[in-house]
């Protein structure tokens, strides 16, 4: 990030010079451009391997980039958007950052044990999760983990037209909806399973 923001020519506000010298700007921040268009391709690729989390790498190529890459700006207009989009960026990446360490905190009790991650299939088409032993399978200290995303699924599920998908989704969904609560209430998952259970949502 910090060469495509030192790759940015300095403009003085408002534009300058005659027609040739403005032609030479817009050139500059082109050529400015280009190494933007590039950073972020690849920076979206990396994210996308790391996280479950979709908008976390979209956030890379939201609005702005379009009008960046795509948008006809006078050079000092470029130049501002450019400017102010690396600087948003910094900033949220700064806090997903943050966030990652203040979830690793909360989380750190459970080092040791046995992380169990949910998907939607197991959800929708095997034993509820609340009735399984997990403990008893694979020990005290484990953990059930049902990402943020999965939850979306079941909710969109829970509209769907078959009316059996529809009628587990929406039983799934509510059961869900108990165990975060429970979890924002500062309780712990473990009466039916000797567990614990936690969504992935930061939120939460």
């Known amino acids: 990030m910090n060469d495509v923001q030192n790759s940015i020519p300095h403009l003085p506000p408002g534009g300058s010079g005659d027609a040739l010298h403005r032609t030479e700007q817009?050139?500059?921040?082109?050529?400015?451009?280009n190494p933007y268009d590039q950073w972020t391709l690849a920076a979206t690729k990396k994210l996308l391997e790391v996280?479950?989390?979709r908008s976390i790498p979209a956030r890379m190529r939201g609005e702005r980039y379009s009008s960046i890459v795509f948008g006809d700006h006078t050079a000092d207009r470029l130049s501002q958007l450019l400017n102010r989009e690396l600087n948003e960026l910094r900033t949220y990446f700064v806090e997903v950052g943050n966030e990652l360490y203040r979830l690793k905190e909360k989380y750190a009790h459970h080092q040791g044990g046995r992380t169990l991650v949910l998907d939607t299939n197991d959800?929708?088409?095997y034993s509820r999760y609340d009735k399984i032993p997990w403990a008893g399978v694979y020990g005290k200290n484990a953990v059930v983990v049902i990402p943020h995303v999965v939850v979306d699924e079941i909710d969109k599920k829970s509209y769907a037209t078959s009316d059996s998908i529809r009628k587990r989704a929406r039983g799934v969904f509510g059961l869900l909806e108990q165990t975060l609560t429970d979890q924002s209430d500062g309780h712990r998952w473990s009466a039916a399973c000797g567990s614990r259970c936690f969504s992935t949502n930061p939120s939460t």
């Open 26 to 33: 817009i050139k500059a921040m082109h050529a400015a451009v």
């Open 51 to 53: 996280f479950a989390d």
């Open 123 to 125: 959800l929708l088409h």
